[in-house]
Each structure stands twice: as C-alpha cells, then as structure tokens.
C-alpha cells in the first residue's frame, strides 16, 4: 500500500471561531480522503459486512453533502453534474449505490471539486455576515434559515460519523490504521 498523499494536520489548540471550525472540517476531510488513498476500484467498492457503505461511496455521498449544504442551502443554487440528473426517488442512496462503476480518479476529482466549491461558498458567506451568514434555502421542517455557523458544525458532524466508519472498512480492507 502506498502512503497517503493527503497532508492531515491537528486543529490548532487556540483560534478564533472561523479558524477553529474549518480547521477541524479540512481534518475530517483529510482523514476521509486519506483512508480511501492508494486503494483500487475493487477495494474501493469492498463493504464492510453487513453493511453496503465503501469507502468509494462515502467519497460520493460527502461530495453530495457538502455540495448539498453549501451550494444548494447556503447560497441557493441548483446542483451540478452528476446530481442533477438522478432519480432520486426510485434510489434516495444513489451516490452510495453508483459509487462502485466509478474509476477512483473520477470519486477523487468529484470530492475535491465540491470542497473547492463548499470552501469557495464559505469564503462568500464569510465576507457577507459572517458565521451568521443565513442559508438562503431555510429548514423543510422549521421554516427559518440555517446559519454558516450551524452548516459548518453539522459538517464537522458528519464528517466526524463518518471518518469512524473510514477506519473501520479501511482496516477490513489491508489492516491500515491511523492513517
């Protein structure tokens, strides 16, 4: 197995609030990219029985995410390729399930693509009201809007979820930990 190529750096012990949050963001993003690195298609695809979640397909459901929540609800805008055009009704875990006919390359430049844009829409809404920056798309279930703030931590969340199920089916693929 090849080292990972993606640095991964410990949030700092001290920062302001903006500093603090997207450090501890790009360090889950970096844990997820790193465990999925140097692996193959068929690797890639491997679930962890029983469950169907690959590393493959956690690559594609964050690069949903985080275009979902920066690009869809903070600013408002309709997503890209290759979301625009699922059904998803007839299958909501999509990116989940479609993940495995993707070549490693393509899973890779999807994730960073929506980074660059969730970091270029933060960056944005930063320089508007900052944290308080509200989402334009509110909450289905309440009505109002979300705020940077709350879009940044909820990130942080589902990063943090899912960088345990990374070690997990990394290590049940070639024993790697701790990467």
Request: proline content about 7%; some cysteine.
């Amino acid at each position: 197995m090849a080292d990972p190529t993606t640095q991964k750096s410990d949030p700092p012990l001290a920062a302001d609030e903006v500093t603090m949050l997207r450090a501890f963001l790009d360090f889950y993003r970096a844990t997820v990219r790193r465990q999925a690195e140097g692996l193959t298609p068929e690797q890639l695809a491997t679930p962890l029985a029983p469950a169907i979640m690959t590393l493959g397909g956690m690559l594609k459901h964050l690069a949903l995410v985080e275009e979902s929540w920066f690009l869809r609800y903070l600013e408002g805008q309709e997503l890209s390729e290759p979301w625009v055009g699922v059904d998803w009704d007839t299958d909501p875990d999509w990116e989940w399930h479609s993940a495995a006919a993707d070549p490693p390359e393509e899973l890779f430049a999807l994730y960073d693509r929506a980074i660059a844009v969730a970091n270029d829409c933060t960056d944005r809404a930063l320089a508007k009201a900052g944290l308080d920056t509200p989402s334009v798309r509110p909450s289905r279930r309440e009505g109002v809007p979300f705020t940077l703030r709350w879009i940044l931590v909820h990130l942080i969340e589902e990063y943090a979820r899912h960088a345990g199920h990374a070690d997990l089916i990394r290590e049940s693929i070639d024993g790697q930990v701790d990467l």
